[in-house]
């Protein structure tokens, strides 16, 4: 089930008591690349650099306020995730590597959890949802009139979230998702109308790289998603490129997957309100350092 409007601001009044709303802002130059108006909501400028701490706040408080007392908790995480839930091993978290993809990791999360009678955070849950949620009331009430917004799609809160708060406003704004090519099985089971299992091969892309679409994340997007743009990466490394060129904003892979999904839509959203949600920053030194290098090797 969405959250409701009441929901969604019940939950907002928890993040607000650990972190401030975040920015959006209508970057010039990006206007010029897409041809429209464009404006990005800047998660990456949470304290953990990611949209998913609104959900981890707002889901923690419901486990504590239910009065479940668990020996411990436990969840799977590509990186954003694990850090909602604590802050990996820079506060004392046992961190496992597992798998070769989030599939293979969170199967391994369900089984440790049995073992040590662990509570299973989830990555798709409604409380997540409606925390998550708060980032797209800030979004579509502080910029009106937006004719669309694309939204990356990991495990699927953020887009579900965005959802909720465009029917909760009675707003007309489509919503867009963007998967990676190489992880593509939201597309493919959106096309579907199914959960349809697709292998993982982005190297870029991690905050989207799911094999396993969530059933009841799918059903609201096939209820409220207009349509999936598929980016590349190549496609997401140039807009890492562009965001940091045009804005200095660093984005991962998953957070410029709005602006590339955009940029290959750009002949279709000209003269339109466009917005684009920067999901996170969160970017190994080395890995960035090579992307925005790439630019440097094409323009010699």
Not at 25 to 42: S, Y
Not at 247 to 262: F, I, S
Request: aromatic share 4%.
């Amino acid at each position: 089930m969405q959250p409701t409007l009441a929901g969604i601001e019940a939950a907002a009044a928890i993040v607000y008591a650990a972190q401030p709303p975040t920015p959006q802002i209508c970057w010039p130059l990006l206007c010029t690349h897409v041809g429209a108006e464009v404006w990005v909501k800047h998660e990456n400028h949470t304290a953990i650099g990611a949209f998913k701490l609104r959900g981890g706040l707002v889901y923690f408080h419901h486990l504590l306020n239910s009065g479940a007392r668990p020996a411990g908790v436990i969840s799977a995480t590509r990186g954003n995730h694990g850090q909602s839930v604590a802050a990996m091993r820079a506060l004392g978290v046992e961190l496992i590597e597992h798998g070769g993809d989030f599939q293979a990791a969170r199967e391994h999360a369900a089984a440790l959890a049995a073992q040590r009678g662990l509570h299973m955070v989830p990555s798709f849950h409604a409380h997540l949802v409606a925390g998550v949620a708060t980032s797209s009331l800030e979004f579509l009430r502080a910029v009106p009139g937006l004719d669309v917004v694309y939204v990356p799609i990991g495990m699927g809160s953020g887009i579900c979230g965005m959802v909720a708060v465009r029917d909760a406003l009675g707003l007309a704004t489509r919503v867009v998702g963007v998967v990676s090519s190489g992880a593509p099985a939201y597309a493919l089971s959106f096309a579907a109308s199914r959960p349809v299992e697709h292998a993982v091969t982005t190297l870029l892309a991690d905050g989207m790289a799911v094999r396993m679409p969530d059933p009841a994340a799918l059903d609201i997007m096939l209820n409220g998603v207009e349509r999936m743009v598929e980016v590349t990466d190549e496609e997401v490394a140039a807009a890492m490129r562009m965001l940091f060129e045009d804005t200095h904003n660093v984005a991962e892979g998953a957070g410029a997957a709005a602006l590339a999904a955009a940029v290959k839509d750009k002949e279709q959203l000209r003269g339109q309100r466009v917005g684009l949600v920067l999901s996170g920053g969160n970017i190994d030194r080395d890995k960035y350092a090579g992307i925005l290098a790439e630019a440097t090797r094409r323009n010699a």
